[in-house]
């Protein structure tokens, strides 16, 4: 399994920016996507973005993210980056890590099933 550690989450205004960062460990080795999720109070944990961690890093994004959110990866460090632009105050969420295995390559990399590791999380508050 891999480990997840997440940073750089706070809090901002409207239209601000933020970046977040996710440093995996363990058995990288056998990572096929990274991926973010978020989790806002009262609501399941929803899809953000992904990026393939093998050939060219193939992304996706959520439509409510497209065009304000880029996600990246530095393979060397074993790290996948979100940059946030143009944050809206129902960007507000805890943001998590996720990471799946090879075994998960035929799995829709929108869906939570599809991660076997999971960071414990980072607080995003964007006000209005």
């Known amino acids: 399994q891999v480990q997840l550690i997440e940073s750089g989450g706070g809090s901002v205004q409207a239209g601000g920016s933020l970046g977040l960062s996710c440093v995996a460990s363990?058995?990288?080795?056998?990572?096929?996507?990274m991926a973010w999720f978020r989790q806002a109070p009262g609501k399941a944990r929803e899809f953000v973005a992904v990026?393939?961690?093998?050939?060219?890093?193939?992304?996706y994004y959520a439509d409510s993210v497209k065009g304000r959110f880029t996600i990246s990866r530095d393979s060397d460090k074993n790290t996948v980056h979100l940059q946030m632009s143009g944050l809206k105050p129902d960007d507000t969420a805890v943001y998590y890590c996720?990471?799946?295995?090879?075994?998960?390559?035929?799995?829709?990399?929108?869906?939570?099933?599809?991660?076997?590791?999971w960071g414990k999380g980072t607080q995003v508050t964007v006000s209005s």
């Open positions: 363990g058995r990288t080795f056998s990572t096929y996507r």
């Open positions: 990026i393939s961690w093998m050939g060219g890093g193939s992304t």
């Open positions: 996720a990471a799946a295995a090879r075994s998960y390559s035929s799995s829709p990399y929108y869906a939570r099933g599809s991660y076997d590791s």
